[in-house]
């Protein structure tokens, strides 16, 4: 907050000199000086809103340490996953398996934190709704429906065929210790 004292020195200045001229301050000129000093917002240095700077800060990709290591997440700490059943640049996961792993889907172009390879980073378009799908050293990435919170890595290892990312791109095939993964391998995919 900035406050404005520019008139302050001239009304001091107008009160010393009315002053000097005896006692009978005009009523306008005391008025003046026992005026408080009034606050004002700063103006913003640059023409970027809070909501722009929040975008800015905002990634689709970073890296999270777990149990498993370091391994890609969304910008909120989700973990992402890859599918064996897909090849680079396509997606085989459709229909009721986008119920269990959702995809990765952005606006635009996707953005990333430290830790990941920005070479690495894609997007391929969804052939079941066009949406734009992200991907990583060429295979599309997914969240794991069961995953509620950062950390999660309830998906690792389901039907042996979905795997959290390293951020090299490569499936970390290890698994978690029991305390740390839901074992809910009854789904088909």
């Given amino acids: 907050m900035r406050l404005r004292v520019h008139a302050l020195p001239i009304l001091a200045a107008a009160g010393l000199i009315v002053a000097a001229c005896g006692d009978d301050v005009p009523e306008a000129a005391d008025d003046l000086l026992d005026e408080e000093v009034v606050e004002t917002e700063d103006e ?8 722009e700077a929040a975008a800015e800060t905002e990634v689709d990709l970073a890296v999270a340490d777990s149990p498993l290591g370091e391994h890609l997440v969304d910008g909120e700490g989700l973990t992402l996953y890859l599918f064996d059943n897909d090849e680079p640049g396509v997606s085989n996961c459709t229909g009721d398996c986008l119920a269990s792993w959702p995809p990765l889907t952005v606006d635009g172009e996707p953005s990333w934190d430290d830790g ?3 070479d690495l980073v894609g997007t391929i378009e969804r052939e ?3 949406s734009t799908h992200v991907t990583y050293d060429g295979m599309p990435l997914y969240f794991w429906a069961a995953d509620a919170a950062p950390g999660d890595v309830n998906g690792q290892g389901v039907n042996d065929v979905w795997w959290v990312v390293a951020p090299n791109g490569r499936a970390i095939t290890e698994m978690a210790p029991s305390d740390q993964q839901d074992d809910d391998g009854g789904y088909e995919y």
């Fill in 44 to 51: 913003p240095d640059d023409e970027t809103t809070e909501d």
């Fill in 116 to 118: 990941v390879d920005g």
């Fill in 128 to 130: 079941d709704d066009g």
